[in-house]
């Protein structure tokens, strides 16, 4: 059910969208529990990679999340127990996305996908009686995070990164962070 969100800077006036670089998003999205709730997971599917975090800790130890496919058949998706990390009141769930193997110049069967990495993520939590669901939409929160990759994908052709210092930030992915001056998911 959840859609699938994307976001990449826009580029400077005048200039075309560079398809050679890809941030590396921030992307979150607050959300409150009455009660700790009994039951809860997050299904996260990607092209790229991703890092979940919720109420600011990494879910899990994994890297390279998930495993690379033929995108044009398939993405995988990687399901999450993430009781441990929800609390009573105000909660956020953020990603970290990276291109990975992905390669926005190839031809794919979803034409939507286009430059940068892409997630789907649907939590679904019991509270109480309840049976709640977040799913990522455009009302989720994007920015760019201190990583860019830099040229296409390619065998064994690596045109680098780069690592902006400036746009760290320890709080992005906690619930008390203001992200009312970032732009909403595409």
Known sequence: KAMWITWQ?????????????????????????SAKPAQAFACVNVVGYVELYVNGEKVGDDLLTPAASDYAARSFYVTYDIISYLQAGRN???????????????TYKDRSRGPGPRAR??????????????????????????????????WNAYHGEKYDANLENPEWNLASFDDGAWENAR
């Open 9 to 33: 800077p826009a580029p400077p006036p005048g200039m075309p969208v560079d398809p050679h670089g890809s941030v590396s998003p921030w992307m979150r999205k607050n959300f409150d529990l």
């Open 92 to 106: 956020c769930i953020a990603l970290w996305l990276g291109r990975g193997c992905y390669d926005p110049e190839a």
């Open 121 to 154: 993520v649907q939590c679904e939590m019991v509270v109480g009686d309840n049976q709640l669901s977040l799913l990522s939409d455009a009302t989720w929160k994007a920015a760019a995070s201190p990583y860019t990759t830099l040229g296409l994908y390619q």
